[in-house]
Each structure stands twice: as structure tokens, then as C-alpha cells.
């Protein structure tokens, strides 16, 4: 009997088990972006029967200051978008502008442009290599010919946004739980001060806590220091937590980015191309439904629970009780 041939999938059809979507207008573009993409594209395998666009014609600016999210489904871009913004890899076509210069203008420096724009690949732990946590965290400092006093400021600093605490200075890494080896390798590029901190799924694999103590760290980082903060995951309720402006990637194409409030506002949109809103979200949309006048536009459990006390306080003072609502 003669068996069916398995069919091969299509390498061009990886990551676009959603709606085609058209590619967006760069909603939060301003005139001095931090970083600005300009009409980048990127294949994977390109003039080989495997050619994948990853990246198909990204135009996009990310804001200095601020905490950005890239959110999308597993093969809409955003790890490769990552890392093309320190030049890690090479868009076959477009540029990326670091405070308006093209970061490959000179390409025998763009080691400095690493300095600059520092990027903590998933799984980060897993690149742990020095007999302390201490050395660990210093060794990028270090490479940068700083004084051992200026290192060590450095490290201490680091180690205090990312949650490492000082009694684990001289441990091996490798004594640590997954969490603190986390913790510290994001320090390690804490520790160089780029001007851009971009972190790729940082809390993926975390238990709550410890997804709450790291994304709390790079919050604080963020707002202490300065410094323009983008964080790829694939969590609504982390990116309407912590992010101030939100990037939407589908088919190898932006589909929205702009600030929080405006990108969750059409969640109707997200959940078209399979993309989830935060659960808080679906809960007052039920309740809405259901005849509670509870507003619009609660992306947060915190925001979500002062409306509900506003309302029942207010429906108090107006003697309805509780019950009616």
C-alpha cells in the first residue's frame, strides 16, 4: 500500500496563522524619536527554498524616556526586530536611526552602537559565565575600561534595580535559582547604562512573583534613570501594567502602536488578528454587559478596582445599596 507523502509546510506561511493585516500609519511618530525605523525589511534564508519574510516594510519610532511594548503572536517579528536596532543583525532593506543617524553609517564602530543600545536575549541566564555574580554583572563595565571604583558603583546599582541582593555578590551564578540568574544577567546590561534597554520576553518561564519583581525593577530603571526601556512579551496584563507606549506586530507587519491607552482601546481589533486583551478587561466588558455602569478603558486590576469602589461608594451615598448594580 503506498503511503500519503507528508506535505512540507510552507516556510512563507510561519507566524501568519492570522487575518492579513495592512501595515499601520506610525501613529506615535514625533519628530525626534530615540529610535526611528525606517521602511525596514528582513528575510530569513533569502534566495533559498526556506526564504521567510520576517519583516515586511516596518516603519516605526520609539519614544526616549519611555517604557515601550512590542506585543505579537510567535513569527510576527518581534525578535527579529529587536535585534536589529544595536546591530545584531542587518535589515536587507530600510534603516534604523539611533537620535537620527543610521547605526550602520560606520560599520567598524558599530561596537559602540552595542554600548548604546543594550540588548538581554531570552533566556539570558543561560549566558552566565563568570565564578561570581559579581564578575558576572561587572564584565561589561569592565570591557568598557571603566575605574574598578566606577565598576563596582556600577554593579551595586545595577544589581539594586534588577532585585539582586548584595549576599549574593560572591555566589557562583551558578548556585542561583532561575529567577536570580535572570535577574542578574539583566543587570549585567543594567550595568553599562546604555541609553536604550531592550529586553527580549525577560520574565518568560517566571512564576507571578517573580515576573512581578523583575518587570517592578525595569519600571523603576526606567523612571530613576532615563533611559528608553522596550520590552518584547507576549503578556497584555504586563504590557498594560508597566509599558507606556505599545507596538502591535502581525504578519511580519505593524499593525497599531501608540501609547497604552489608545492601542487597548481597540481591543476589538486585537482580538481580530487573535491577539488577547488583558483578563481585567474581558471582566468589565461582562460586567458592562450585564448593566454595571462601570467605564470603559480599564486595562488594570489597580484601575479596575478603583472604579469599583467609586461606583459602590457612590451608589451608597445615593442609598441604592449594592444589590442593584
Not at 493585516?21 to 526556506?50: C, H, W
Not at 520574565?203 to 515576573?211: N, Y
Request: proline share 5%; with cysteine; hydrophobic share 40%.
Amino acid at each position: 500500500m503506498k503511503k500519503n507523502k507528508k506535505l512540507r509546510p510552507n516556510p512563507s506561511e510561519v507566524g501568519t496563522d492570522t487575518p492579513a493585516v495592512t501595515p499601520a500609519v506610525i501613529m506615535n511618530q514625533t519628530d525626534s524619536p530615540k529610535i526611528r525605523l525606517e521602511n525596514i525589511t528582513y528575510y530569513y534564508g533569502k534566495g533559498t527554498p526556506f526564504e521567510v519574510k520576517a519583516l515586511d516594510s516596518v516603519s516605526l519610532d520609539i519614544h526616549g524616556g519611555k517604557l515601550t511594548g512590542i506585543i505579537g503572536h510567535t513569527g510576527s517579528g518581534k525578535s527579529t526586530l529587536v535585534q536589529l536596532l544595536n546591530g545584531l543583525s542587518r535589515a536587507g532593506e530600510g534603516r534604523v536611526l539611533l537620535d537620527g543617524e543610521d547605526i550602520w553609517a560606520r560599520p567598524k564602530e558599530i561596537g559602540k552602537i552595542r554600548y548604546r543600545v543594550g540588548l538581554v536575549m531570552q533566556y539570558p541566564e543561560y549566558q552566565l559565565f563568570e565564578e561570581t555574580v559579581f564578575a558576572d554583572i561587572a564584565y561589561g563595565p569592565r570591557n568598557m575600561k571603566l575605574s574598578e571604583e566606577e565598576v563596582k558603583e556600577r554593579v551595586y546599582k545595577a544589581a539594586a534595580f534588577a532585585g539582586v541582593s548584595p549576599d549574593l555578590m560572591e555566589k557562583s551564578p551558578f548556585d542561583l535559582s532561575g529567577g536570580q540568574k535572570r535577574r542578574v544577567a539583566i543587570a549585567g546590561i543594567m550595568a553599562m547604562e546604555p541609553e536604550v534597554l531592550v529586553l527580549d520576553e525577560p520574565a518568560a518561564g517566571l512564576d507571578p512573583q517573580g515576573r512581578h519583581t523583575i518587570f517592578q525593577g525595569i519600571r523603576e530603571y526606567n523612571r530613576n534613570t532615563g533611559c528608553t526601556v522596550l520590552i518584547v512579551s507576549h503578556s497584555m496584563e504586563d504590557m498594560a501594567q508597566y509599558c507606556d507606549d505599545v507596538v502591535v506586530m502581525a504578519h511580519a507587519k505593524v499593525l497599531m502602536a501608540g501609547d497604552r491607552d489608545h492601542v487597548f482601546d481597540r481591543a476589538d481589533e486585537l482580538e481580530a488578528v487573535g491577539l488577547d486583551i488583558p483578563q481585567v478587561t474581558k471582566l468589565c466588558q461582562l460586567l458592562r454587559r450585564g448593566g454595571m455602569p462601570i467605564p470603559a478603558g480599564l486595562y488594570t486590576v489597580g484601575a479596575a478596582e478603583d472604579a469599583l469602589v467609586q461606583l459602590f461608594s457612590e451608589a451608597k451615598k445615593e442609598k441604592k445599596g449594592g444589590n442593584r448594580l
